[in-house]
């Protein structure tokens, strides 16, 4: 059984700030993870994932995420916030056994960028 | 760059009426996938779908949800008979292969049972 938790259902950051949206995963197999982004009235897009091999991702717009497994934590991180960023972040994490073809997700993380 | 296509975007039907909402994965995917959203809440896996059969379904996916591809191109998903609780955001997914390979999300249909 998988599960996924984020940290904070609304995040405000200012523009030029740094943005960390926290996702925290239970696996009982290895866990292959996944942030997606939804802007309004669009479907899920697929920032970064994390399979196996260098620990510390990096995705689309500037967007990285480490997977540390002895935390069973996958944050997301960006230097320095830009107003296209305000959108949903769905961390989502799929088990590596040879079965597995459903996405867990999480709740979402509203990201609110300040001017 | 090839993307999944659903239609229709909004679908409003009353409780008790049947549904199809309908999709169009990529190309050359071999793996489908529904998933759903009600308001407010996560996004929930209700299907996956490979070699013409379904091959993993959660509890949500009842008797009363039945997923189809009946011409190559096209992958449906059918709500008999409607209840209120059904609102929600569905969307649909594809992918080439399993994990490492990602799902491809379509835009959604916006279901509205009244």
């Known amino acids: 059984a998988q599960s996924v938790t984020q940290l904070g259902s609304h995040v405000s950051v200012s523009e030029g700030a740094l943005v960390l949206l926290r996702c925290n995963y239970s696996?009982?197999?290895?866990?292959?993870l996944f942030w997606y982004v939804q802007y309004p009235n669009q479907g899920l897009q697929l920032l970064l994932k994390?399979?196996?091999?260098?620990?510390l991702v990096k995705g689309i717009n500037g967007f990285e995420a480490e997977f540390k497994k002895s935390e069973t934590s996958f944050h997301l991180t960006k230097p320095s916030a830009h107003m296209s960023d305000a959108a949903e972040y769905f961390c989502?994490?799929?088990?590596?056994?040879?079965?597995?073809?459903?996405?867990?997700f999480g709740s979402g993380t509203q990201l609110t960028v300040l001017p | 760059e090839p993307e999944v296509t659903q239609t229709p975007s909004h679908q409003v039907t009353q409780m008790g009426q049947e549904v199809i909402l309908r999709c169009v994965p990529i190309?050359?995917?071999?793996?489908f996938y529904w998933y759903r959203q009600i308001l407010g809440q996560k996004v929930e896996f209700l299907v996956s779908?490979?070699?013409?059969?379904?091959?993993?379904k959660s509890e949500i996916f009842d008797d009363q949800f039945s997923v189809e591809r009946p011409d190559g191109s096209n992958f449906t998903l059918k709500i008999r008979s409607t209840k209120l609780e059904d609102s929600a955001m569905y969307f649909c997914?594809?992918?080439?292969?399993?994990?490492?390979?990602?799902?491809?999300f379509g835009p959604g249909t916006r279901l509205t049972v009244t």
């Open positions: 997914a594809s992918s080439p292969g399993l994990a490492p390979y990602e799902q491809y």
């Open positions: 696996s009982s197999v290895p866990p292959y």
């Open positions: 994390y399979t196996t091999g260098a620990t």
């Open positions: 989502a994490v799929e088990g590596s056994s040879g079965s597995a073809r459903q996405l867990t």
């Open positions: 190309s050359n995917h071999l793996y």
């Open positions: 779908f490979y070699n013409n059969e379904i091959s993993e």
